[in-house]
């Protein structure tokens, strides 16, 4: 076994990142003497590959998610989608739904900082929110909602998605 495979060794496919590669590989200088670590390399990323990335970027079949998140009071971010490790889910579709009866709703719906979207939720009535493209969520990034006016607790986000790595 060459340097590369004894250095991964004790990792499993479920919890080895895509980063590891790069710390472990580093950089790699092809030559005759390498050629048993270039091969050990291209087997564990294809092994990876294989792993989390079956559809090399595309929708993974079976994978669809309906992710539902109650918001708990005003101007506090409750997370709606929330990717793990070696996971990608894109989401197509985020509609909200207040089930008081008196009054709007404002909300903002954001991935990490960035507002996506931001309007007030018609009361006994479920809306979708208009998304100009198809959002893609990995670990680090957060799908949250904020009731910013109203009461939060009768404000609900409802999101599908589906992953893209797993």
């Known amino acids: 076994m060459s340097e590369l495979g004894n250095q991964l060794n004790s990792q499993d496919l479920d919890t080895v990142l895509a ?18 670590g270039l091969l050990d390399f291209i087997a564990v ?21 309906a992710y ?21 889910v894109v989401v197509n579709a985020i509609s ?12 903002t719906i954001n991935l990490g ?4 979207a931001a309007g007030d939720a018609v009361p006994s009535l479920s809306m979708p929110v208009a998304l100009q493209y198809a959002v893609s969520i990995s670990k680090g990034q957060t ?16 999101a599908s998605g589906v992953k893209s790595c797993q």
């Open 19 to 36: 980063s590891t590669f790069n710390t472990v590989g580093g950089r790699v200088f092809p030559d005759l003497r390498s050629e048993t």
């Open 45 to 65: 990323v294809d092994a990876w590959r294989a792993t989390h990335a079956q559809a090399y970027g595309g929708v993974i079949p079976d994978s669809g998610t």
């Open 68 to 88: 539902s998140v109650t918001a708990g009071s005003t101007d506090t971010p409750v997370d709606l989608v929330a990717a793990s490790n070696n996971e990608v």
């Open 96 to 107: 909200v739904t207040n089930a008081g009866g008196a009054a709007p709703i404002g909300f």
């Open 113 to 116: 900082n960035t507002v996506l």
């Open 143 to 158: 799908l949250t909602i904020t009731a910013t006016s109203g009461t939060a607790t009768d404000l609900t986000a409802h």
